[in-house]
């Protein structure tokens, strides 16, 4: 009995390598580990067995940038810890995401004044705003899934170029 008796009349499966590369990237996203301020509980709380980030394949927040590859900046960035955040990102290996969790961390929501960062992109580039003030978990999880679509529908001589970001209400 041979291949074709056993699998039937379902021909050759073709796909290219771009999308498979693309489909292993967004279904196997490993988040750092990175929290800031209020958002940071929320984004726990997205890890947790009500709303299960385990299901998109973000098993395990990495605390190492080394082993992550999206960011989730979740909160307020003081300027003290601007440069923090700037060595983590550059120390994440290529490809890299990020989301930016929250008004904090888009805009520097209620905190107008010269210790607060006024956005995470003066300093790294963002892929994805997720708006809220914190914003709930399906939120968070509707981020995740704008940065996956946005993986899978990369090219694969583009990685590493600059992006244009994405707003997530």
Known sequence: MG???????????????????NWSRSNAMWPLLFGLACCAIEMMSA???????????????RASPRQADLMI????????MAPVVRRLYDQMSEPK???????????GGVFNNYAIVQG?????????YVAG???????????IMAVH????????DLLGRERAAIHVS
Not at 73 to 80: C, D, I, M, N
Not at 120 to 128: K, L, R, S
Not at 133 to 143: F, M, N, Q, T, V
């Open 120 to 128: 995470v992109d003066e300093i790294i580039p963002v892929d994805v």
């Open 73 to 80: 900046v979740a909160g307020r960035v003081s300027r003290k």
């Open 47 to 61: 890890q947790g067995a009500n709303y299960d980030t385990s299901r998109f394949g973000m098993e395990i927040m």
């Open 97 to 107: 995401w990020v989301l930016a969790m929250g008004d904090c961390a888009a805009c």
């Open 133 to 143: 003030c914190p914003p709930r978990p399906e939120a968070l999880i509707h981020g």
């Open 3 to 21: 291949l074709d008796q056993k699998a039937g009349d379902f021909g050759v499966v073709t796909t290219s390598l771009e999308y498979v590369v």
């Open 149 to 156: 679509t946005k993986v899978q529908h990369t090219k694969l």
